[in-house]
């Protein structure tokens, strides 16, 4: 599948300054030989601090993405698989749940839900793809949880759908592979560590306060994960891979943090 280019409002505005580079080019390639937390900067701090790309630069790029891994390893060390995230109260759900994509809303190609399939590959026993019935006759589990974005915003969302734990017993996944990697079918990709895909509160959701999920929000099945920013939580799901080999994401691969766990 090609990937798909990213939109024009997304790509940074402004050049870099040479310099700002210039003046924490010791500190980063310090981070880079040592591998530390303490006075290191994360591709997108250095980004917000002055607006900048770090394209131009190959060292500089290859500094922070050293980093990038290291906190993701640091991450993953603490994440804690049996710890609960908050839930809240049915009265504060938002109705209709905010829409966000890397594109407007209007540009949204409704899936349909006689053709969808789920597709499945990498180390899973069972490779037959689900439709639509069978993924609803499972067994369903309901969480009421803050949405965190990355841009600063959330919201409290009520979703419902089978636990993904579940789901991956049943097809017989290698649950001791390291990533579970996401395709959708308006190209976006994605992946999840598999302590997070094991975790009481990821579900593959249908269901928005206990409606059917409607088409921008991610008809007919998306991810909805408690310990993840929602960029990590793909809508319109159409494969799931298990594997043992990075799969990356569509974010990730233009330098967010791939963890990116609360």
């Known amino acids: 599948m090609n990937k798909p280019l990213l939109p024009s409002r997304f790509r940074p505005a402004l050049r870099p300054d040479p310099g700002l580079l210039e003046e924490h080019a010791p500190a980063l390639r310090a981070a880079e030989r040592r591998m530390l937390l303490r006075g290191s900067l994360s591709l997108g701090a250095l980004a917000m601090l002055g607006g900048c790309s ?14 990038s891994r290291f906190n993701d390893r640091v991450q993953a060390w603490l994440f ?3 710890r609960l995230a908050p839930t809240y109260p049915e009265s504060m759900v938002l109705k209709p749940p905010r829409f966000n994509a890397f594109y407007d809303v209007d540009e949204v190609v409704p899936v349909e839900a006689a053709s969808w399939r789920l597709e499945l590959s990498g180390r899973v026993a069972e490779r037959q793809a689900w439709d639509l019935p069978r993924i609803m006759a499972l067994p369903e589990s309901e969480i009421i949880i803050r949405h965190i974005c990355v841009e600063g915003w959330d ?14 017993e049943r097809v017989g996944a290698d649950t001791r592979a390291r990533y579970v990697a996401f395709r959708c079918a308006d190209g976006y990709w994605g992946s999840i560590d598999m302590a997070t895909a094991l975790h009481p509160q990821t579900l593959l959701a249908t269901k928005y306060a206990r409606q059917p999920m409607a088409d921008p929000f991610g008809f007919p099945l998306r991810l909805r994960t408690a310990t993840k920013l929602g960029f990590k939580n793909p809508k319109w799901i159409t494969s799931i891979e298990v594997t043992n080999t990075d799969p990356g994401g569509f974010w990730e691969d233009r330098g967010f943090n791939w963890f990116s766990g609360l």
């Open 80 to 82: 804690d698989p049996n």
């Open 155 to 168: 919201y409290i969302g009520q979703w419902s759908g089978v636990p993904l734990r579940l789901f991956l």
């Open 54 to 67: 770090t394209s131009d630069s190959a060292g500089i790029q290859a500094a922070l993405r050293a980093v």
